[in-house]
């Protein structure tokens, strides 16, 4: 009967303990369940947008509104150059000088020409005031005073010949002194004192001050959906600056640019500070009247969505276990802030635009 008893208790003992262990075990499992929730990364999904807006993006450079290459029409050496690369000048302030000592003695000849052409002048004018007169007497004849009134004609010619031969000297002279022909920035210098300048051979160039144009090119099989007017996207990666401009100028030939047909954007006075001639920026033009054979089948999601590692492309989607799954896609033409994916994500499966956290392969998430 001990025995018996002794074993009931045993078998109450196994009971409890097993009953324990159950219970242990499965408030794990409901630990471990609650603690994967918690941790789940929030995350929000999107479809792709089959019907998005068409946008053409395409590469250019802030230039400025007015450049001018300073030359010479004369052969001489440069004397002097009063200007370095990113001095400040204003219109008429003197930039360089060269030797004119040539052209100096020349202005003496003619001055000398015409001081002798004057004298000669005015004799001839007496000379016919005399016979003038003298004919009026009737004391010379028609044929003498003819004679004479040829001869003043002559001498005064002769005068009017000297005195632009002057003008024309002064003319080159003034070439020797090299002006700034409107306000700006001194962005090259391309001789030194002492060298050589040659006619039409650039020393410095100036670019106005503050005025600033984005100069594009557009590929021949697109530069039919570009419009003169049209208000486009300036992205300007070196100062982070997003600018809304507006196509002032669509070149209409591309015969010296290679098959590339040029536009110019203006950038609205408000935004021009910061900028320097010679940033590269991307425009981004709207194109509503873009091939609509395709556009319905396009696949397009946000650049940002994009996740590059070497040489392959994906994007995260949701995985049956509310997980994330990298999927490897094939991209398209950039249009915008959205791309196209020609394979790998299909326009109905949901994908990840972005998270709270950091996303690897199989990393719990939750959709906000």
Not at 62 to 83: H, L
Request: net charge positive; hydrophobic share 40%; with cysteine.
């Amino acid at each position: 009967m001990k025995k018996y008893i002794n074993r009931n208790r045993v078998l109450k003992l196994l009971t409890a303990i097993v009953a324990l262990a159950i219970s242990s075990c499965s408030s794990n499992v409901k630990k471990e369940t609650r603690s994967s929730a918690d941790t789940a990364i929030l995350v929000t999904v999107s479809l792709p947008a089959a019907d998005a807006q068409q946008r053409l993006t395409v590469s250019g450079r802030v230039e400025a509104g007015q450049t001018a290459n300073i030359s010479t029409r004369v052969m001489g050496y440069i004397t002097k150059i009063y200007v370095k690369v990113g001095d400040p000048v204003n219109k008429g302030q003197l930039l360089a000088t060269i030797s004119n000592d040539d052209i100096l003695a020349k202005r003496a000849q003619t001055n000398a020409m015409i001081a002798q052409a004057d004298a000669a002048f005015k004799n001839a004018q007496k000379d016919y005031d005399r016979f003038t007169t003298l004919y009026k007497q009737q004391s010379a004849s028609a044929k003498e005073l003819d004679n004479i009134a040829l001869q003043y004609q002559s001498a005064r010619s002769g005068l009017e010949a000297a005195k632009q031969q002057r003008n024309e000297v002064n003319a080159m002279l003034n070439y020797t002194n090299l002006t700034a022909p409107f306000n700006g920035t001194v962005t090259q210098k391309m001789m030194d004192a002492g060298s050589m300048a040659n006619p039409g051979m650039p020393l410095l160039t100036i670019e106005q001050t503050g005025s600033y144009q984005v100069s594009a090119s557009v590929p021949e099989s697109e530069i039919g959906l570009v419009k003169q007017g049209a208000l486009v996207t300036v992205n300007i990666d070196a100062v982070h600056k997003i600018i809304n401009g507006k196509i002032a100028q669509v070149s209409q030939s591309s015969a010296n640019s290679g098959g590339q047909f040029l536009i110019k954007i203006d950038i609205p006075d408000n935004e021009k500070k910061g900028l320097f001639a010679g940033m590269y920026a991307n425009v981004s033009i709207p194109v509503a009247t873009a091939i609509k054979a395709t556009a319905g089948t396009q696949v397009m999601v946000p650049v940002a969505a994009i996740q590059y590692k070497d040489q392959l492309t994906g994007l995260y989607t949701i995985g049956s276990s509310h997980s994330a799954l990298l999927r490897w896609v094939r991209l398209g033409r950039i249009q915008g802030n959205q791309v196209e994916v020609l394979s790998g994500l299909a326009a109905n499966e949901q994908f990840i635009v972005s998270a709270d956290g950091r996303l690897y392969n199989g990393a719990p998430v939750k959709i906000k």
